[in-house]
């Protein structure tokens, strides 16, 4: 069964980097089927996609964040993280990773049990 | 705002039937990109129920089911249980902002 899980610093400074980064393990990565995606969830707020990556290292980033955030994989560690510059009080979230599925537009199978990252002084 | 737009709430009593509409545009939906529906418990990650506008990964029970047509797209609900009290949440692709969206989300109540 494969599964994901997120680790990273629960609190972040104002004007800090956020920096997170997902393990999986029960498949490889590097598979070549699929792709892998963060998405975040401020507070009583919805779910945003933040961008995903292919274990070749292309990326695709949310036009609202590109210029902020950079999506890296480690195959040999099954990791691949995500770093968002510049955070502010309204960067605060839960962030989950997961698996996409299809193409790198597709639907979200596997699901990380997410973290709650606060940005504050 | 979401591009998808979702009713905020939706109630029904144990046994009854619910859908939960995801309304989009010609730029998502109508242009014929597929929905996905995802059902989220606080605290936990999000499932998915329904991906490609109709059909359920294995494990999900065929209570659900998804459906499309134009611009919009369902969830449908039979023999409501307790246990599906949730946040459920629709995601398509939209071409005029160049990436994958949410709806906004419904949340519901069992009564």
């Known amino acids: 069964q494969l599964q994901l899980q997120e680790s990273g610093p629960g609190l972040v400074k104002p004007s800090e980097t956020l920096s997170l980064t997902c393990t999986v393990s029960?498949?490889?990565?590097?598979?070549?089927?699929?792709?892998w995606g963060w998405i975040r969830q401020p507070p009583g707020k919805g779910l945003e996609w933040i961008g995903s990556?292919?274990?070749?290292?292309?990326?695709y980033y949310n036009p609202s964040l590109k210029s902020r955030v950079t999506i890296s994989v480690d195959t040999s560690k099954n990791q691949f993280s995500l770093k968002l510059t510049s955070v502010t009080a309204a960067d605060t979230a839960v962030f989950y990773c997961?698996?996409?599925?299809?193409?790198?537009?597709?639907?979200?199978?596997?699901w990380g049990q997410g973290t709650l990252v606060t940005v504050s002084s | 705002q979401s591009v998808l737009t979702q009713p905020p709430s939706v109630s029904g009593a144990p046994g009854q039937r619910v859908t939960i509409s995801c309304t989009g545009s010609?730029?998502?939906?109508?242009?014929?990109?597929?929905v996905h529906w995802y059902q989220h418990l606080p605290g936990t990650a999000p499932k998915l129920l329904i991906y490609?506008?109709?059909n359920r990964p294995s494990g999900v029970p065929d209570r659900f089911s998804g459906s499309k047509s134009g611009t919009s797209a369902s969830l449908a609900i039979t023999g409501l249980q307790a246990e599906d009290e949730a946040d459920y949440y629709c995601?398509?692709?939209?071409?005029?902002?160049?990436?994958?969206?949410f709806g906004g989300g419904t949340k519901l109540t069992v009564l």
């Open positions: 490609d506008n109709i």
């Open positions: 995601q398509s692709y939209d071409n005029s902002l160049s990436w994958g969206v």
């Open positions: 029960g498949g490889s990565i590097s598979s070549g089927n699929y792709y």
């Open positions: 997961a698996r996409v599925s299809g193409i790198w537009t597709g639907f979200f199978d596997y």
């Open positions: 990556i292919y274990y070749s290292g292309s990326t």
């Open positions: 010609s730029s998502n939906i109508g242009a014929g990109y597929d």
